[in-house]
């Protein structure tokens, strides 16, 4: 087995794990279960987008901060009331670079009141780097949220969700989570536009 497939292995066993083996240090976090929008999250979890992982019930993920464009602080709670996408990619991973087209397609496709793909960049030097790649590769509707730091992955790690990259968050619209992947997807593929629909519409 090669080197990345083992390791996005690895990651994906880590993430079922974690979510499927209690609540750990997660105590005083959950969400007001709602199991039915959970079921049909997973029962739209199919084709291209299968290896989302949703979790026993709804629970409320920890305070995640990063920047906007300007430098200006943003949170995943200034996103309360829409159903988010959140993605964490970096320009040294190639899975990550694959996928940033796909993501910004479903932006432009289902991007709105509704939904938004938050797409954090977390190289940890050069933010021009990660700017230039996106503009050479022709993305025109995602916005440009970085975290040099990398403390958006650690504390997604240290809740149990972030081994490897990419790691992808559905988060609904009071922040709690709905599925978490490990490893790149076909974002805007007909399976992905089912599942993020399915999201969103069970919010309404």
Not at 6 to 15: Q, R, S
Not at 25 to 41: F, I, K, Q
Not at 80 to 101: D, H, S
Not at 132 to 139: C, K, Y
Request: aromatic share 6%; net charge negative.
């Amino acid at each position: 087995m090669a080197g990345g497939a083992l390791i996005a292995l690895l990651a994906l066993g880590a993430v079922i794990y974690a979510m499927t083996s209690g609540d750990g240090n997660r105590d005083g976090l959950s969400c007001a279960a709602d199991e039915a929008r959970l079921a049909g999250v997973e029962a739209h979890a199919t084709g291209e987008v299968a290896a989302l992982i949703v979790p026993k019930a709804p629970t409320r993920l920890p305070e995640l901060a990063f920047v906007r464009d300007d430098g200006s602080p943003v949170s995943i709670a200034d996103f309360n009331g829409k159903v988010v996408l959140l993605n964490l990619w970096a320009t040294w991973c190639a899975p990550c670079r694959k996928e940033m087209p796909a993501l910004d397609r479903l932006q432009a496709t289902l991007g709105g009141e509704k939904f938004e793909v938050v797409a954090v960049n977390i190289d940890t030097n050069n933010a021009d780097k990660a700017r230039d790649f996106l503009e050479e590769i022709g993305v025109r509707d995602l916005p440009f949220y970085s975290d040099s730091s990398m403390k958006i992955f650690r504390d997604l790690r240290a809740f149990g969700r972030a081994f490897g990259m990419p790691t992808t968050v559905l988060i609904d619209e009071a922040g709690c989570e709905l599925g978490t992947m490990a490893g790149p997807a076909e974002w805007d593929s007909r399976d992905a536009l089912s599942l993020i629909s399915a999201a969103v519409g069970a919010g309404n």
